[in-house]
């Protein structure tokens, strides 16, 4: 449902895009020839992305679970030099 993406967004704050300090969103890429799809988080500025492991059932971000959606929006969020 959308209002676990919602739950996860509040859980885990998206940073500013690294490259242009743009606004970042979760979302999903399809590709309708293959028939995949992948979560996302990108840049609303630049539209950089980071995608994740491609599925062939899940064509709603909603879809897509909370952990997959955790570990995007920390693959983001880490910046260079950080240390976790």
Known sequence: MYSDAVKVLKEFTLKPCPFCGGIA???ITSDYESYYHWAKVYCTECFVK????PSLDKDR???FS???KRELIHAWNMRYGEVE
Do not use: M, S, V
């Open 66 to 68: 909370d952990e997959e």
């Open 50 to 53: 980071i995608e994740g492991t």
């Open 25 to 27: 969103k979760i979302g």
């Open 61 to 63: 971000i909603e879809d």
